[in-house]
């Protein structure tokens, strides 16, 4: 039981981490970023290029890979949404113009890296063994580095001048306006942050998984569902949905394991269900 | 556009897709082309669909779980129950309406992203319910489909036994297209019905409507039904043609294409989805000259279309008009 306590919070962390992006870009712009997951494998494959291939330290690796996805984000913002938005008649255009660069990335990621999944050598070697639990030290060391990185980005949203700005401008976008917030620059900064964030986490996670090219997709869906289990655009929603699908992923893997692989369609079920009676999530606004 | 002016432009639709590009192909010998066809046909058949969501104001990137659903009905009722697939095509499509009003009647209630987002979700529901229900055999899925059987009226065989043809291409291309034929006709009348203009009222503001005395959940329930009893009819024609049904025929990607379609070829218009869907599929096609090259091309040219474009190709008839207006 401590066990799969263990790998849930573990797990939670990293699912945290990748859903905090995608809300704060949703809470910005109102934009469902469907190259979230795409971004996350971009900044795995910077990670492992730069530790794995370079042989620079991981720390290095992780700032590569953060810095380039927030730079990546930027562009993306600055030239493509931005456009979008701009010209469109119905908000919804930015679903499209999302899904065609995730389509870019996935097209530049396979070109560049290749169709073969990529591992790197552990960062930590060893295992802690209590007894009751068993965990690698490389997934404690992972695992807190995501929650100091939850931490200080909520401090920054907190505390520092831009986090105020953006909290103001997911509140009410044109009061904002109306206060002198630069909402062209700060729209641009969070759509930096979410892929940074996007990025790190990628890069945290390919010293344990590895990363491979196809799985883009699937990460993007789980962090949509982390989204709607808290409520979109939500920081603490994001938090809470990230840990607690982590903690079902790790209950449902141990306890429905005799019935096959059905825990994601059993989540899928209970997710539906809770959302038929809390169509917001956990914490979201009431309108969409 | 006068109303002569629509009829002979619908004739002319139906003129081009069921003689000339049959004549066209044969002639030049370009069989494999109908193949391609038919694709185009049947996934704008699912596109209409997506598209009846957007037009109550709903962003549905659900279509492909119930095209998989109506793959499933068509090729369970064939093989383990014995119908006649004909009989299947309107079984797939209730049964997918059905699903999608038990489904809907919660999720109707979301708006914007959450509805999007829970769609999203019910497309990868419906590839692990395949993957771990029995009746759908698990994952190796469906094969060996028998082809269409035929319909005859006592002596009169109005449609001939598919397993008989030497070439069933043009067989099932003629059946999409007159099916597509159908479905954007039908499509077309409805949003120029008094139930379209509620549907506009939707899209455009659902408390004002339903304090206007329109029952606002009713009418979104139609539509989604609806959208979904086309996304069930595609599904069943494509597990006919591909003679079989596995968890991974309708996918997640596919949910997205069916919404990139109607965006592409322009929300405001009827015949978008078929027109996106057409540009999509071939252009696509035609890129695979690219090899690896393809993705990225492709890619390239959907974000130049949107900067261009953002409003859908046919939002360039629009801009004539406007201009002659002037």
Known sequence: ?288 | MSNSLKLAGALALIVVLLVVVPVALSTTGRNDLYYTLTLIALLSVASAGVWITFYIGRINIGQAAYALIGGYVSAILVVDYGWSFWLTIPAAGVVSAAIAILIGLPILRLRGVYFAMVTLVSTEVARLAALALPITHGARGMSNLPPPGPIAIGPLTLIPDFASMADTHLAFYLLSAITMLAVFGLVYRLVHSRLGRLFVALQQNEELAASMGVNIARLRIIAYAFSSFLGGVAGAIFSAISQSVYPNSFTTQDSINFMLNCFLGGLGYVFGPMLGTLVLQLGWNLLSEAAIYQELIYAIVLIALMLVLPNGILSLLGMRARKAAR
Request: net charge positive.
């Open chain 1, 1 to 288: 039981m401590e066990q799969v306590i263990v790998n849930g919070l573990y797990l939670g962390a990293q699912y945290a981490l990748i859903a905090l992006g995608l809300t704060l870009i949703f809470a910005l712009m109102n934009v469902l970023n469907f190259a979230h997951g795409q971004m996350y494998v971009l900044g795995g494959f910077i990670t492992y290029t730069v530790y794995g291939q370079l042989h620079l330290p991981f720390v290095v690796a992780l700032i590569a890979s953060s810095i380039t996805l927030a730079i990546l984000g930027a562009l993306i913002e600055k030239f493509l949404f931005r456009t979008v938005i701009r010209r469109s008649k119905r908000e919804e255009s930015t679903m499209l113009l999302a899904a065609a660069i995730a389509f870019l990335l996935d097209a530049v990621i396979l070109i560049v890296f290749g169709e073969k999944g990529h591992g790197v050598p552990k960062i930590l070697n060893g295992v802690l063994n209590t007894g009751a639990i068993i965990i690698p030290y490389d997934r404690i060391l992972v695992g807190c580095l995501a929650a100091v990185f939850i931490a200080a980005f909520m401090a920054f949203m907190q505390f520092s001048k831009p986090g105020r700005a953006m909290r103001a401008l997911a509140q009410d976008r044109q009061a904002a306006q109306l206060m002198g917030v630069n909402v062209d620059r700060y729209s641009m900064i969070g759509f930096a942050v979410g892929a940074l964030l996007a990025g790190l986490v990628g890069g945290l996670l390919v010293s344990i998984v590895g990363v491979s090219s196809g799985i883009g997709g699937s990460i993007s869906t789980k962090a949509f569902m982390m989204v709607m289990i808290g409520g979109a655009g939500v920081v603490g929603g994001a938090i809470a949905g990230g840990f607690i699908l982590g903690m079902l992923e790790a209950v449902g893997l141990t306890v429905l394991h005799a019935y096959g692989d059905i825990t994601y369609l059993v989540i899928f079920v209970g997710l539906m269900i809770f959302l038929a009676i809390r169509p917001n999530g956990l914490m979201g606004k009431p309108w969409g």
